[in-house]
């Protein structure tokens, strides 16, 4: 199985904020969750890739093809979802139909007015009328209508209501079924991620941080509470980070092998706003619970 996204040592410099050798990639066939905090640079990465602005250093390869973006085919074949509406908002659905079909070879106009009926979007409302929840969902209809081999989503799921976002979240597995299809979803929803990606991807102040499994992630990292003294005997390599509290201390690790025997610690499966949390800490992981 090929990659379909290669990122490497990729360096975007802003005042105040830079990409620090990027570097990771996606194989096809799977889903991988980007997250971190505001500003961490899960945007600037993805518009890098999708060459919508210019990189300082490093190279991108899409399907094997370096600069991918920059080809007319291949970019046909990514389907892109940003948090804001990208059409005009005077056009209705039939519009955008219509509009897609003339840019894309691949246009699947039946499967664009199936998805946007599952979706309850009004056929003839202006885009302007809409919630934003409506033009969020118009947005995915129309990515997953012209044959695309990989889905884009930047933080696309936000401000959908849970039952809409385990629809698309559903969606987005029947998509992976084939397992040339591929999607690289950013999202701040942890939960979401959670339930769907296959990797999860961790950048924190424009480094990645984190690289994993999703499984193995969930399986090996572990939330432990205990006492001070129990905390400072843990060994310091599997520590991610420690929350003191008033009455206990709590301890993100990484492993928690030779740990499970021990009764003085109370060990819980760690979520992925916990290792968010954690990992994405401040100098010294430690942060002090109040
Ligand atoms: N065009 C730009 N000019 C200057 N600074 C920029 C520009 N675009 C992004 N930045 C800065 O780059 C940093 C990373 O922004 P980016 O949008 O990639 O973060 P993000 O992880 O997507 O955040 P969020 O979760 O809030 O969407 C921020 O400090 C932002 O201000």
């Known amino acids: 199985m090929g990659s379909a996204i290669e ?3 990729l360096t975007k410099q802003y005042p105040g904020f830079a990409l620090k050798d990027v570097s990771f990639q996606i194989p096809e066939g799977s889903i991988v969750g980007f997250i971190g ?3 961490a640079g899960k945007s600037t990465t993805i518009k890098a890739i999708l060459d919508l602005i210019k990189r300082d250093g490093g190279e991108i390869t899409l399907f094997g093809e370096p600069d991918g973006a920059k080809d007319e085919t291949l970019k046909e074949q990514i389907g ?8 005009p908002d005077y056009l209705n659905r039939r519009n955008v139909n219509r509009m897609l079909k003339a840019i894309y070879r691949g246009w699947q106009e039946e499967r664009f007015e199936k998805l946007c009926e599952r979706f309850g979007l009004p056929e003839k409302q202006k885009i302007k009328e809409y919630s934003r929840g409506m033009k969020m969902k118009l947005s995915i ?3 997953m209508s012209h044959q695309a081999r990989l889905l884009i989503l930047d933080e696309a799921l936000s401000g959908l209501d849970p039952v809409v976002r385990a629809e698309i979240l559903d969606m987005l597995r029947e998509f992976v079924m084939d397992e040339q299809h591929t999607v690289f979803l950013s999202s701040h929803i942890t939960s979401d991620i959670e339930k769907i990606a ?4 961790l950048i924190h102040k424009g480094e990645i941080l984190l690289y994993e499994d999703r499984d193995t992630l969930l399986e090996e990292y572990a939330l432990i509470r205990c ?8 060994n310091p390599a599997i520590v991610v980070g420690i929350r003191r509290g008033r009455f206990d201390t709590e301890v993100l690790v990484r492993s928690r092998e030779g740990l499970e025997a021990n009764e003085d610690l109370v060990m819980d499966r760690a979520s992925l706003e916990d290792i968010l949390l954690y990992t994405a800490g401040e100098p010294g992981n430690e942060r002090c619970a109040g």
């Open 7 to 9: 990122v490497r040592n």
């Open 37 to 39: 905090e505001n500003g």
């Open 80 to 87: 892109v979802v940003f948090d804001e509406n990208c059409f």
């Open 141 to 143: 209809a129309a990515a």
């Open 198 to 201: 296959d990797y999860i991807l």
């Open 227 to 234: 006492s001070a003294e129990e905390a400072a005997k843990l």
